[in-house]
């Protein structure tokens, strides 16, 4: 069965820091891979998803990137982290219904 | 505009009284709906999806297109079943698969 692996579990960042967070897929080959972020009071929020290698599609506009340089790999990145990007970042994938890693904590202080 | 709208925050019951967690929805077309679930400590889960047509865990749903709603019932709480509910919409074309969130409910079955 597919297993989605996220970290670090949770993060605490200075505002203008850079940021990485990871998510990789077990268990499956060519999925379709997603950011999610849920910010207080809010429901999940879907900010990038790819159908493969190379593919980001964004949905939102914001200070946030992703990439997918693995089939299984797909990253979430930002050069200077605002105070408005905490929140409760969530990776899923999908070959026909979604699954979802642990989640991250992200506090930008 | 597609939408899911999850009004409760919170919905708190006492353990054999009835659940309805409410969800209603805005999409042109023939909507796909789910409810997910996440329980205290682990990662977010599917509980079920309307074309399914099934029940888990005691849990129903049925999609009402006329009222637009999808609402997520159980005839007896139980304890176990204190949770974080999402409603889910699937949007978008092909094989993109995204889906648009509610806010989320959280279910507080009392002893």
């Known amino acids: 069965s597919q297993t989605i692996h996220q970290w670090p579990a949770t993060l605490v960042q200075p505002v203008g820091s850079p940021l990485s967070l990871e998510c990789t897929v077990e268990?499956?080959?060519?999925?379709?891979l997603y950011w999610y972020r849920q910010a207080a009071g809010r429901g999940l929020q879907l900010l990038f998803y790819?159908?493969?290698?190379?593919?980001i599609s964004s949905e939102v506009p914001q200070n946030l990137s992703a990439s997918r340089p693995q089939d299984r790999q797909f990253i979430l990145s930002s050069k200077k982290l605002l105070l408005s990007d905490s929140g409760f970042y969530l990776c899923?994938?999908?070959?026909?219904?979604?699954?979802f890693g642990a989640g991250t904590r992200l506090s930008v202080l | 505009a597609q939408r899911v709208t999850q009004p409760e925050k919170l919905l708190s019951v006492f353990k054999g009284a009835p659940v309805e967690l409410k969800c209603n929805y805005s999409?042109?077309?023939?909507?796909?709906l789910f409810w997910y679930v996440q329980y205290s400590r682990q990662r977010l889960q599917l509980l079920l999806r309307?074309?399914s047509r099934e029940s888990i865990k005691g849990f129903t749903a049925d999609l009402n297109k006329g009222e637009t709603s999808f609402h997520l019932k159980k005839p007896f709480a139980q304890e176990e079943d204190s949770a974080m509910y999402y409603c889910a919409l699937k949007s978008g074309g092909g094989a993109t698969n995204k889906l648009i969130f509610g806010t989320g409910t959280l279910l507080a079955v009392q002893p």
């Open positions: 899923g994938g999908a070959k026909n219904i979604q699954y």
């Open positions: 790819s159908v493969g290698i190379g593919q």
């Open positions: 309307h074309i």
């Open positions: 999409y042109s077309g023939s909507p796909e």
């Open positions: 268990g499956t080959s060519n999925p379709n």
